[in-house]
């Protein structure tokens, strides 16, 4: 059996606490929420954290609001309630696609959307599902609160711009007229970590023509968006030409590794394949025509 090296642990009462309780104890301290990703790190040595401090109990990060034209989520928002908002799945599809695919029940009922963004695993479906809809970040610490794009908020591989004395207290998702969100994923099985997964948002001119868009792929070697597909499809009408260009683009723009998931041929075909169809889903459902459940894909 794995057992975590020793530790303390402290259950924080509010935000204020919590910040406290990390400046006091330095950067050997480490939030738990639902731990699902922190504590076979923790069995594994990976991570060695002298002190937990627990933050379960700050209810005031417990949220989804509309506020003007945002929508703030926050950061101790679970799994389980962000696959159940009507609200989050009629602005923004995209994240109830995703959630239908992360893990299975028992972590989707204990697991939160900042635990996600700040493990941020390269396999993590919610820090694309984030980076293509222009989420930004709100993080407080002694100085004060500041934002982030999802682009400065994630550094690389298992390290974001949080400090060690920061809180990640929320995120905001801004809302779009005529705007929609797809996300699509292979995996090996149901509720592993995506083999190859695929996240677009499109926001239709009145023409019907491409506005604006945004492109990303988790878990095949890239920062979570692809640019040059983004910039392809901008201006452009929808259709099965200009989602194979886009396709190509991000193939070629990924740069996966060959491990016991697949080969890189086989990651770079579904770089192309899952954002076609991302792409597809996304334009039909801003141009209000009836959604296709994409079914999750597994390998056979």
């Known amino acids: 059996m794995q057992i975590p090296a020793p530790f303390d642990y402290v259950r924080a009462t509010t935000v204020e606490d919590a910040l406290e309780l990390l400046a006091r104890h330095g950067p050997e301290s480490r939030i738990i929420a639902g731990g699902h990703s ?3 790190m923790m069995k594994l040595r990976l991570s060695r ?11 005031e990060l417990d949220f989804i609001l509309r506020d003007g034209e945002d929508l703030r ?15 989050v799945h009629r602005l923004f599809p995209i994240v109830r696609d995703a959630e239908l695919v992360i893990a299975d029940p028992v972590v989707r009922n204990r697991g939160t959307i900042g635990g996600s963004l700040c493990q941020a695993d390269p396999a993590e479906d919610l820090s694309t599902v984030c980076a293509v809809l222009g989420a930004i970040a709100v993080v407080r610490g002694p100085g004060g ?20 004395d920061e809180l990640l207290c929320e995120v905001r998702l801004p809302i779009r007229a005529r ?4 996300y699509e994923k292979v995996e090996r099985r149901v509720g592993d970590w995506a083999v190859g997964a695929a996240g ?45 260009d886009a396709g190509r683009l991000a193939a070629e723009a990924c ?26 889903r996304a334009c039909a459902r801003a141009a209000g025509h009836p959604d296709q459940p994409a079914t999750p894909t597994q390998e056979g």
């Open 200 to 244: 677009a948002s499109v926001t239709l001119a009145e023409d019907g023509s491409i506005a604006d868009a945004a492109v990303g792929l988790t878990a095949l070697g890239l920062d979570h968006t692809v640019e040059e597909a983004a910039g392809l499809l901008r201006g452009k009408r929808p259709s099965e030409e200009l989602f194979a």
């Open 255 to 280: 740069d996966p590794v060959a491990d016991q998931r697949g080969p890189v041929d086989y990651k770079r075909h579904l770089a192309d394949e899952l954002t076609r169809r991302v792409l597809r």
């Open 179 to 182: 705007s929609a969100s797809a």
């Open 145 to 164: 609160e500041r934002t982030l794009s999802m682009h400065d908020f994630h550094r690389g591989p298992y390290q974001t711009a949080v400090g060690p």
């Open 49 to 59: 954290p002298e002190w937990l401090i627990d933050i379960n109990d700050l209810f």
């Open 38 to 40: 922190l504590l076979p």
């Open 73 to 87: 989520i926050g950061a101790l928002t679970r799994h389980t309630t962000l696959l159940e908002s009507d609200e």
